[in-house]
């Protein structure tokens, strides 16, 4: 027995509506904010996450996939959205007019301790938006993930926002960080210490408790933002009140990728980002771009569902229309003919494919939701006039052979 791979999940068939209900609203929403959709490939060359995500984050240095194809290059399946998607923007020339809209759903690799919300492939619906260093381009994308979760049935979600500066305040910061960290690195972990070397930031990220006690302390990059950092996350804030968002100035919010310049947030819930993203204005230039500011979002799909699960939102499941029951092998050619027909005009039809009873067809039918049942014997098959059963009561009326998607459709669609 081949079992599925340690920290993936299969989606099944009878889980299919929730995850249909996800991305008929990410389309939906995507749609109403006018942002066209993207697809890239789920590898691309390593180099690519080493560049953006950064080589000192755990997504690049602990998670990802990395392997090397039978040409001999360094590949890895993508361990997050955006950095294709940039990659992309840049290849295809796609900033001839801006602002550029883009919105995916794609899976995501991961090589993480599999546990609750934790998993080596899950999926996102993300955004992302090029061509403006705007604070109302930063609100936009908040926006976007705020209706995003509120369609999807949160309401009153609070995003936690900060803003972690610009290169120039950066440098500044990293200083006195760098400073902090020397200062405790007796009573912190190796990656720590490595870390306040090459990029002070990540250390932030670490999650040994011992060391997260120690960082509790560390100096905020709020105290060191530059007058034009601290204006623009002034107006994100403002624009965000301007529009009715809550949310939380968390100054402790750092995000695990390397590309972020001023705006990061999350949305959070039970105790778990179910979106997070940011702005970065420098990262179409560092992989080879014209300088293009940019934001964007992801959103962990397996993370949506079990929050949703957790606060008792459900999603509608279709019920299919009509189940076209055979009481005889005679009249199976007129059962498939009849589907054929309602099928075509639109409306979702089955009949027996298994040789059942008349009885377990009408089990199947009722477990299977559908809303009417057409019953055809041979009495029927001579006389051309079935009888058409309303699943939930019983109300029986006429159906004509030969006019059959006709009769179905004005029942079905008379209220
Ligand atoms: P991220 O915060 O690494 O950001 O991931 C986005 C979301 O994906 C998280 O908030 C979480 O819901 C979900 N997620 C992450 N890792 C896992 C996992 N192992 N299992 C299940 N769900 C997970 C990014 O990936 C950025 N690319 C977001 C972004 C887009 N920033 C700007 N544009």
Redesign the pocket.
């Known amino acids: 027995m081949i079992n599925v791979p340690k920290?993936t999940k299969d989606m099944l068939p009878a889980e299919s509506y929730k995850w249909q209900k996800v991305e008929a609203t990410a389309h939906k929403i995507a749609k109403l904010y006018n942002a066209k959709q993207i697809r890239t490939p789920v590898f691309e060359s390593a180099e690519l996450y080493l560049r953006s995500?950064g080589e000192s984050s755990d997504?690049v240095s602990k998670?990802m996939y990395v392997f090397e194809d039978k040409g001999g290059r360094r590949m890895a399946l993508r361990?997050?959205?955006?950095?294709g998607v940039v990659r992309s923007y840049i290849e295809n020339n796609l900033g001839e007019t801006l602002p550029l809209k883009t919105y995916y759903i794609e899976s995501?690799y991961?090589y993480?301790q599999p546990q609750a919300?934790?998993?080596?492939e899950?999926f996102?619906f993300?955004?992302?938006y090029f061509g403006s260093p705007l604070p109302e381009f930063d609100v936009e994308v908040i926006s976007m993930a705020h209706d995003f979760l509120r369609e999807m049935g949160f309401e009153n979600l609070a995003v936690k926002i900060n803003s972690i500066g610009c290169p120039t305040c950066r440098k500044e910061y990293n200083k006195a960080l760098r400073e902090f960290l020397a200062k405790n690195a007796d009573r912190l972990c190796g990656d720590c210490k490595r870390r306040a070397e090459t990029n002070p930031l990540r250390a932030l990220d670490c999650k040994v408790p011992s060391c997260q006690e120690i960082h509790k302390t560390a100096p905020k990059i709020s105290d060191y933002l530059c007058d034009d950092c601290k204006a623009h996350h002034a107006s994100v804030m403002h624009g965000l009140e301007k529009i009715g968002i809550k949310y939380e100035n968390d100054d402790k919010l750092v995000?695990?990728?390397d590309?972020?310049t001023r705006t990061v947030f999350?949305?959070n819930d039970g105790g778990?980002?179910?979106?997070?993203?940011?702005r970065?204005d420098s990262l179409c230039e560092e992989l080879g771009g014209k300088p293009t500011p940019?934001?964007?979002?992801?959103?962990?799909?397996?993370?949506?569902l079990a929050a949703a699960d957790a606060r008792g939102i459900s999603f509608k499941k279709d019920s299919p229309d009509v189940f076209v029951a055979a009481q005889c092998d005679a009249v199976r050619g007129e059962c498939t003919r009849i589907v054929k027909e309602l099928r075509r005009a639109g409306i979702s039809a089955e009949t027996d494919l298994m040789g059942k009873s008349l009885k377990a067809q009408f089990k199947y039918a009722d477990r299977q939701g559908y809303k009417y049942v057409i019953t055809l014997g041979e009495n029927e098959l001579n006389s051309g006039v079935y009888g058409m059963k309303r699943m939930s009561d019983g109300q029986t009326n006429e159906i004509h052979g030969s006019d059959v998607a006709k009769d179905v459709g004005r029942i079905l669609w008379q209220k």
């Not at 919300?117 to 080596?120: I, L």
């Open positions: 920290g995500v997504i998670e361990p997050e959205g955006t950095a995501i991961r993480e919300g934790r998993y080596r899950h996102q993300g955004t992302e995000r695990g990728l590309y972020y999350e949305f778990l980002a179910l979106m997070g993203g940011g970065y940019c934001v964007g979002f992801g959103c962990g799909i397996e993370r949506l």
